[in-house]
């Protein structure tokens, strides 16, 4: 019999009550911080990861110094769902290291009455889409987001065999192991893929480091400022990027999509350059550019005065490394600029003999092009992977959570 087969008998004929979160959750308390006499942890916002929906960290409060949110008592295996921005859906179901402890107001808390319904059914509603919908039709405020707690609990779950309390949650109690075996899988094979992903980091800047190390009098140090000429992009707004789109790509500061913020209708530059980034969390991030393109003026460009002796890729590869050396870091914003990469030492193997010195730089360039494509395939494949795991959970879990809906329910 198949796992659908299994559910279909599982839920054949099965009589569902839709009852609101604060029919099936009891009361909580706020603490006392006069009567309070000892250490407690607290549970802010930022304590709960968005991802894992585990607690991360928290800070040792007591009476004289907890802050004004600093108030809601949780017990194990209550439900905490923070109200503010709550599309993120940050959440968690509190463990036994965890009881006794403080919790911010930022949170709804949900207490199941466990002789109806079991904590983690309340879990796998509060993750389902139907829930996402809800919380997205009732919050409030554009600047920030919020959903009352009143409003949390409005919220209906079904209650299967509502009259028969001990079928019921046996029914709730193999959907939950159903679910729960799904997120342990995608739980098991990210760890898996990202172990993989860090042991081919590693093998990568060992065999690069390995290329890219040179012995004393093997090449002749130049500086970059001899070798290139260094240009800055210009200032482009979101508006400009909208009012002239086209064809041509835009790259600006950040990493993803491999820099790129939009498209235009004209360009600033075209063919083989490297670009680097030179300001803020990035500074000193270098890419390899080819075709038409723009930068914006947190970028750099490289254009080699003399193709016949260096090679583009070679120098990408080093100043992959080399770059970050060199940022200044001073007044909290890291910097990269101009006159710091004018000054960035680099290597010219066989300096006597131009053409050997390009086929061994070409050489270096073609083996870091195969370890880097091994690699890098992998951190493409990795997010990619993970999303369809993520997707299958979802429909499962979405599957797995269907019951039919009465009129005012769906309403």
């Given amino acids: ?15 569902v009550e839709w009852r609101a ?5 009891s009361p909580t308390s706020n603490i006392r911080w006069r009567d309070a006499e000892h250490t407690y942890r607290y549970i802010d916002l930022t304590s709960v990861n968005i991802e894992t929906k585990a607690i991360v960290e928290t800070t040792d409060i007591q009476a004289s110094n907890a802050p004004s949110r600093a108030q809601k008592l949780v017990e194990k295996d209550d439900l905490i769902f923070a109200t503010t921005r709550p599309t993120q859906q940050r959440y968690c179901l509190i463990s036994e290291e965890y009881s006794g402890e403080v919790v911010s107001t930022g949170y709804c808390v949900l207490r199941a009455k466990q002789e109806v319904v079991l904590p983690k059914w309340i879990l796998h509603w509060i993750a389902s889409r139907d829930f996402k919908t809800y919380v997205e039709e009732n919050q409030s405020g554009s600047a920030y987001p919020a959903i009352s707690d009143a409003k949390v609990k409005d919220f209906k779950i079904p209650i299967p065999y509502p009259d028969n309390p001990k079928k019921s949650l046996e029914i709730q109690a193999e959907i939950v192991r159903i679910l729960d075996a799904f997120t342990e899988l995608t739980a098991e094979l990210t760890a898996e893929l990202t172990a993989e992903l860090t042991a081919r980091k590693k093998q990568y800047n060992y065999y690069r480091d390995q290329l890219l190390r040179f012995e004393d009098g093997e090449v002749e140090w130049k500086t970059l400022g001899a070798l290139a000429t260094l240009r800055r992009g210009r200032v482009m707004s979101k508006g400009y990027l909208a009012e002239n789109a086209g064809p041509f790509p835009v790259f600006s500061s950040q990493t993803a999509n491999n820099g790129m913020i939009g498209k235009i209708d004209t360009f600033d530059f075209n063919g083989e350059l490297i670009s680097w980034t030179t300001d803020g969390a990035n500074a000193g991030t270098v890419f390899h550019r080819t075709g038409k393109f723009s930068i914006t003026n947190v970028c750099g460009l490289i254009k080699i005065n003399d193709e016949s002796k260096l090679n583009y890729k070679f120098l990408y590869y080093w100043l992959s490394v080399e770059a970050q050396k060199h940022v200044y870091s001073g007044m909290g914003n890291p910097k990269l600029m101009s006159h710091q990469v004018d000054k960035i030492p680099i290597p010219i193997p066989c300096p006597a003999t131009p053409e050997k010195s390009l086929e061994k730089q070409k050489r270096i360039v073609s083996i870091l092009d195969k370890l880097e494509a091994l690699t890098f395939s992998i951190s493409e494949g990795l997010p990619r992977e993970i999303e369809l795991r993520q997707k299958q959970y979802a429909y499962y879990r979405d599957l797995l959570l269907s019951f039919p809906k009465p009129e005012e329910v769906t309403a």
């Fill in 1 to 15: 019999m198949s796992s659908m087969d299994f559910l279909d008998k599982l839920l054949e004929g099965v009589a």
């Fill in 21 to 25: 979160l604060g029919e099936v959750t």
